[in-house]
């Protein structure tokens, strides 16, 4: 199993300075946050998050990608377990996929498909908390989350990257020992742009 190091341990991170030091300095959180750029699907964790649709069949972006590294088998399992109702997380086998488990989320919930303003916060929050709920459930202790609904589901990048950091630091502050290792995984120049900006806020390292 690959260890992804802490993002506290590189140092190209650490270009920001923090703007506003809403969060007080906590190394020991800061050992469990790390960024990974690239393919979700690579991770060689206990279990990645999957931004889906209700149907749990797969779809396109991160779920058409997880699908097709996890093989045809994953289908099966998940097509079981719909519909993913509001607000709910559910657990898969990772099948050929080196993540143990995957924790699937309906990323439509958390953004209006109709109106200017699409974003719900309060969705895309508790969607994150079910995720992280799900896993310690199941005795996990690392877990990578794409940008969900980020993509196809059209949430601002920057609004959801503050909502996803501010809900991730208030749950470790509270949950500390229960999860080894978080990983943001980043797929869009901008997100990684706007991640390495905010960690400074939300995790600062002095
Ligand atoms: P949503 O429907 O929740 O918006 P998308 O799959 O369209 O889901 O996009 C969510 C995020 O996942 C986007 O930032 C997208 O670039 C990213 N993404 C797409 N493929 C992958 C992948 N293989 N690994 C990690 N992230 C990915």
Redesign the pocket.
């Known amino acids: 199993v690959t260890v992804w190091p802490a993002y506290a341990r590189i140092k190209k991170l650490s270009g920001g300075t923090p703007s506003s030091n809403t969060y007080p300095v906590n190394t020991r959180l800061n050992e469990k946050i790390a960024i990974f750029t ?4 690579t991770l060689e964790i206990d279990c990645i998050v999957n ?1 889906a ?1 209700r149907t749990l069949l797969g ?8 699908h097709r590294a996890a093989g045809p088998n994953l289908k099966i399992e998940s097509g079981s377990l719909a519909p993913c109702e509001t607000g709910e997380a559910k657990i898969t086998y990772g099948y050929n996929l080196p993540a143990k488990c995957m924790v699937i989320l309906d ?2 919930d958390v953004i209006h498909t109709v109106g200017p303003i699409g974003e719900k916060p309060d969705a895309l929050e508790s969607g994150y908390l079910n995720c992280l709920e799900l896993a310690v459930a199941k005795n996990l202790k690392s877990i990578a989350f ?10 601002p990048n920057k609004k959801a990257a503050l909502v996803v950091l501010r809900t991730v630091r208030e749950w470790l502050e509270k949950n500390d020992d229960k999860m080894d290792r978080i990983i943001f ?4 120049r901008e ?1 990684i742009e706007i991640y390495n900006r905010l960690l400074q806020d939300f995790f600062p390292l002095k």
């Open positions: 690239g393919d979700i699907t931004a649709n779809g396109g972006g991160v779920d058409g990608a997880i990323s439509h794409p940008c969900i609904s980020t993509g196809v589901y059209g949430y995984c980043l797929f869009m997100d």
